[in-house]
């Protein structure tokens, strides 16, 4: 309700796909929820990337009501649909008697997730993409089973073919880092060469996969946008700062530019916190525990692909391994601990925009 008017990722273009689909689609429910769209006069938001202020117009401005609150009835749908598998789940593993524990434990950390500021940001969005974040969290509940997964990933793809690879290519890092055969150490060199490539090599890493059949051709076409066409956006963020936005936009900032400065500190620090005690664990251990070793997977990918993609900068793109995270917290700080957090965040970022409004 107190967010600015079309203050999401590339808003303009989004919004296009749904009021005017140039295809049909499974997915054109979308297009009959938003047809009565008003464009309202956009917010007037001051809220620099540097600053620690935020400044948005009167609470005039933005949506009509109907518009926000049809927003949270998909969110909500969203939930809705989350909370039926949960309980399929734990129903389907009591009464047949098949093994889905590890499947139930991740549904649990999605719910959670589902609390955290950026979540609730992301999946309420008026775009497809709502709906691939959607499948992909259905992904990582299902990250085991590969019939389940490959079948997700041929949606996502017919969906947004951009989201699909960013999927796909945490699925078979996360195979990678999780399931061999090594000690931790190892496998965090690994993961530190990969990243330590990708932030000296950048954009070029793209020209390796040239003569690779498929996806040579994909990586030829996203090379020649970002070296031809879409420059200013390689140029957006320096290749350093890039890990940053993404942690930024990841937490909670619009692409006004509007966030919580207190959020963000606590956030920074309680992800430290957890890189480091997700560490000492793995170090005791040798070899490490898979929800320790998922979290240096999601860390790995989202420095090399940032690295290397920067039109990937943007958090959007990653918030489907959110769940991962709180996975990893919940076994080191506990649930109670992590729910208090996702709440207390959240209710940081509604001060935030209450305060930005007056």
Avoid: Q
């Avoid at 008697?97 to 969005?125: N, Q, T």
């Avoid at 990250?143 to 990933?153: D, G, P, Y």
């Amino acid at each position: 309700m107190l967010l600015p008017f079309g203050s999401e990722p590339d808003f303009l273009h989004r919004i296009d796909e749904i009021l005017y689909p140039e295809t049909y689609s499974g997915f054109n429910f979308l297009h009959t929820l938003f047809s009565n769209y008003v464009w309202s006069p956009s917010c007037n938001v001051i809220a620099p990337i540097n600053s620690f202020g935020n400044s948005i117009s009167n609470f005039s401005c933005g949506e009509t009501y109907d518009l926000k609150l049809l927003r949270y009835v998909i969110y909500i749908s969203y939930v809705v649909m989350l909370l039926f598998v949960f309980a399929l789940l734990r129903t389907i593993n009591k009464v047949k008697g098949l093994d889905f524990l590890i499947e139930i434990e991740r549904i649990k950390a999605v719910i959670i997730a589902l609390l955290f500021p950026s979540m609730i940001y992301y999946l309420g969005v008026a775009a497809l993409e709502s709906i691939t974040l959607f499948l992909s969290l259905l992904i990582y509940v299902f990250i085991s089973r590969f019939a389940v997964v490959f079948l997700l990933m041929l949606i996502i793809f017919n969906i947004d073919p951009g989201s699909a690879i960013v999927v796909s290519g945490f699925v078979l890092l996360r195979n990678i880092v999780v399931e061999y055969n090594a000690k931790f150490k190892t496998k965090m060199i690994i993961s530190l060469l990969i990243c330590s490539l990708c932030f000296v090599v950048g954009i070029e890493m793209l020209t390796m996969l040239f003569s690779i059949p498929i996806l040579g051709s994909i990586a030829s076409v996203i090379y020649e946008h970002y070296t031809e066409i879409y420059t200013d956006v390689a140029t957006k963020y320096p290749l350093i700062l890039r890990p940053f936005v993404t942690f930024m936009t990841g937490v909670f900032m619009t692409s006004d530019g509007v966030k919580s400065i207190i959020a963000l500190l606590l956030s920074f620090l309680a992800f430290c916190n957890l890189i480091y005690k997700s560490y000492l664990v793995n170090e005791f251990s040798g070899f490490g525990n898979k929800r320790s070793l998922e979290l240096l997977a999601v860390v790995a990918f989202i420095l090399s692909f940032s690295f290397v993609l920067p039109g990937y900068t943007n958090a959007k793109y990653y918030i489907f391994l959110l769940p991962a995270i709180m996975l990893s917290s919940i076994n080191l700080f506990g649930l109670s601990k992590v729910i208090l957090f996702n709440f207390a965040m959240s209710c940081l970022v509604l001060f935030t925009l209450l305060h930005a409004r007056m």
